[in-house]
């Protein structure tokens, strides 16, 4: 069982940036490919960027080149930072190891 607190979501202006975080207890994150996801309003919930365990990274198309996924095992922590945001990165950010989920964090890009 992992259990997943996402933070670091908030407002901010286009061209901003932030810092998502998700700490996973009950088990190392170690273990696991960790994940980012995002569900704007009306939309199905994506993937946006993805640590396997070996290290490798992948991201989606939309955040690339602006988003930068990380993890520290010392930290059982995984972390999002998003540089050069947009109106459209709108949306509720879900950190995911395996089968469970976090709770989600809200990010809006607004003026």
């Known amino acids: 069982q992992v259990q997943l607190v996402e933070s670091g979501g908030g407002l901010v202006q286009p061209g901003g940036s932030l810092r998502l975080s998700c700490a996973a207890s009950?088990?190392?994150?170690?273990?696991?490919?960790m994940g980012w996801y995002r569900q704007a309003p009306g939309k199905e919930r994506e993937l946006v960027a993805e640590s396997t365990v070996s290290g490798r990274t992948s991201y989606a198309d939309s955040v690339k080149d602006r988003f930068t996924i990380s993890r520290s095992s010392a930290k059982n922590t995984v972390y999002l930072q998003m540089n050069s945001l947009k109106p459209e990165d709108t949306a509720v950010y879900y950190c995911?190891?395996?089968?469970?989920w976090g709770q989600g964090t809200q990010v809006t890009v607004s003026l």
């Open positions: 009950g088990s190392s994150s170690n273990f696991y490919t």
């Open positions: 995911r190891a395996s089968v469970f």
